[in-house]
């Protein structure tokens, strides 16, 4: 799908955000991380003007994105779609058959311990293997989740992204989450903003798409989604764009 910048701003947006590489840019580690204040300012400005219509949607945990927003508390789905929660603050879980899982990540921290460069992270419900800081062992990589996650059966599934191979429960994903967060209030009636940048994103940007809404791709690679922006800067610098029209009075984010 060709790309285009971008869209007309309107008063009847729902934003759905990404965090990694869309909000912020990647670190070597996923806890080397850090949110600093102008963001947060800007996603206050931006729950102000959207009416609350802001959340978040990561493949992180509920329970990490609160950690890195704090002391805000948005709206969010965490660990693609399989937790979330609503603007009334209900957590709703999918729960897989965890101790399968916890077998699984034994026999993932053995892997790690053997090939320096990967790193497992534990979300509680899904488990991914990070090989950013050791490309080559990319193939290692997704065949060793490969074989973990044909074990443990249908109730979970492998998903990969940006340098990360995913254990994850079936059935759920950052689509779900967006279908599941505009059938209720703030977003219910709006007009859904997805901006994501990784594959983990498609199922999103498809959902989006068909309920006529904007899906914004962040960086390059192929896409389902119809709008284009460079990086993690231009996402804030855009979203800080929308807050300064939709609310003249807001102070303009430094680029």
Same mark, same amino acid.
């Given at each position: 799908?060709?790309?285009?910048?971008?869209?007309?701003?309107?008063?009847?947006?729902?934003?759905?955000?990404?965090?990694?590489?869309?909000?912020?840019?990647?670190?070597?580690?996923?806890?080397?991380?850090?949110?600093?204040?102008?963001?947060?300012?800007?996603?206050?400005?931006?729950?102000?003007?959207?009416? *609350?219509?802001?959340?978040?949607?990561?493949?992180?945990?509920?329970?990490?994105?609160?950690?890195?927003?704090?002391?805000?508390?948005?709206?969010?789905?965490? /660990?693609?779609?399989?937790?979330?929660?609503?603007?009334?603050?209900?957590?709703?879980?999918?729960?897989?058959?965890?101790?399968?899982?916890?077998?699984?990540?034994?026999?993932?921290? /053995?892997?790690?311990?053997?090939?320096?460069?990967?790193?497992?992270?534990?979300?509680?419900?899904?488990?991914?293997?990070?090989?950013? /800081?050791?490309?080559?062992?990319?193939?290692?990589?997704?065949?060793?989740?490969?074989?973990?996650?044909?074990?443990?059966?249908?109730?979970?599934?492998?998903?990969?992204?940006?340098?990360?191979?995913?254990?994850?429960?079936?059935?759920?994903?950052?689509?779900?989450?967006?279908?599941?967060?505009?059938?209720?209030?703030?977003?219910?009636?709006?007009?859904?903003?997805?901006? *994501?940048?990784?594959?983990?994103?498609?199922?999103?940007?498809?959902?989006?798409?068909?309920?006529?809404?904007?899906?914004?791709?962040?960086?390059?690679?192929?896409?389902?989604?119809?709008?284009?922006?460079?990086?993690?800067?231009?996402?804030?610098?855009?979203?800080?764009?929308?807050?300064?029209?939709?609310?003249?009075?807001?102070?303009?984010?430094?680029?």
């Amino acid at each position: 799908m060709t790309m285009r910048r971008m869209p007309p701003f309107a008063g009847d947006w729902a934003f759905f955000l990404d965090v990694d590489g869309t909000l912020l840019e990647y670190a070597p580690q996923p806890g080397e991380v850090r949110v600093g204040s102008e963001l947060l300012e800007l996603l206050e400005r931006l729950r102000a003007v959207a009416g *609350g219509a802001v959340a978040l949607i990561s493949g992180r945990s509920v329970q990490d994105i609160d950690a890195l927003f704090a002391p805000l508390a948005f709206p969010v789905a965490g /660990q693609h779609g399989t937790e979330r929660r609503g603007a009334d603050g209900t957590i709703r879980r999918h729960a897989p058959p965890l101790e399968k899982l916890g077998h699984a990540a034994a026999d993932l921290v /053995q892997l790690t311990a053997a090939h320096a460069g990967l790193v497992l992270e534990n979300k509680g419900m899904a488990l991914a293997l990070h090989y950013r /800081q050791a490309p080559a062992l990319r193939l290692i990589a997704e065949r060793e989740m490969r074989a973990i996650a044909s074990a443990l059966g249908d109730a979970f599934e492998l998903q990969t992204g940006k340098f990360v191979v995913e254990i994850k429960p079936s059935g759920k994903d950052k689509g779900s989450a967006i279908a599941e967060f505009t059938a209720e209030e703030p977003f219910a009636g709006r007009r859904p903003v997805f901006i *994501g940048d990784d594959l983990t994103d498609e199922p999103g940007f498809d959902v989006v798409n068909r309920m006529g809404g904007h899906a914004v791709k962040v960086g390059a690679g192929i896409t389902r989604a119809r709008w284009h922006l460079s990086d993690a800067a231009a996402v804030r610098r855009w979203l800080a764009s929308y807050a300064q029209q939709l609310d003249p009075h807001a102070t303009r984010m430094p680029g």
